[in-house]
């Protein structure tokens, strides 16, 4: 079995050397501060092609360009409304995506053949390393979905990330480790085709922010059908089945915030003091469900407006996924 190179330290020479072996063709995956992704040179066919095959992923799923800076957008994008520019400018680097039209360099097999890309600048100080270090040898961008095996729990941790797709990767690919992530759920993804942002997967860059980055009012309106992986029903699910907002019993796992108490024989998976801590734990907890063998979690859904919409929309894909 070949195994990737694993780096714990991600010194800036190893970074320099991690663009090299990106811009050859190698996959890297590295962390973000939402979850870790799976990285290839976005202009590489043949590199774009082995990230479908080691997650397992249907080929017409776009995937997210990630860029070193906001500058590089115009590389991969064209007619940017000016509500994209004042949302990258307020939120990036951050855990926002952009939907916009794409320009020739965003080829087929990025976005699955649509006329639309998907970029982000990831606020990690090891990604904007190794984006900068593969910039400075003429990389465009790197291409990066969630480092999991597809429909799965997106990895947070490097641990997690060797677990998940270890065994279908070369000897010749690296896995950064950069310690677990911040955020903790994946990127908001904004739609920036329309008159107006729409949201098609929330994250921790909430509707609100977003109104009063651009000024104008969400819109719910669908223009056309645009695929998003993340959108489907059964997506982030563990082995264990999710059960929400239930009084959960003897040899159930448990995740609640740390103010609800674990009754008898129930198994504490996390007890998050507020809704940001929420978001870092919960891949971990239904991970650590799946290490201890549990056939069922009960998770409580945290109540608000900002990050627990991210998480909700996490746990009922969890929940509906077995
Ligand atoms: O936080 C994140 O966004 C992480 C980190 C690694 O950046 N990435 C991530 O990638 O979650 P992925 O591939 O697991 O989810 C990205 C979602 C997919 O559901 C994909 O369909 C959607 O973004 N997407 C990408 N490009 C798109 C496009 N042009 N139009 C519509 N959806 C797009
Ligand atoms: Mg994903």
Redesign the pocket.
Known sequence: MSVPQFLSNCTADAMALAAVALKSGQLIAFP?E????LGADATNKQAVARIYEVKSRPTD????V?IASTNEMQKWASDIPTFAVSLARDFWPG?M?L?LRRSRLAKDFI??S?N???L?V?NHSLALALLNEFSKIGGAGIA????NRFGRV?PTTAKAVQEEIGEFLSEKDLILDGGPCAVGV??T?I?CTGDAPRI??P?AISAEMIERSTGLIISDHRIEE??????LENHYAPAAKVILCDIPTSGQGFIAMASQETPEGVIRLASPANSDEYARVLYSALRRADELGLSEVVAMQPVGIGIEVAIRDRLSRAANGR
């Open positions: 973000t939402t979850v870790y992704g799923h776009p995937l997210i990630h855990p995506t939907i976005t699955g649509q639309t890309v998907g982000r990831p990066a979905p969630s480092a997106s994946e990127s993804i739609d098609l997967r994250g645009i695929r998003v992986s993340g959108s």
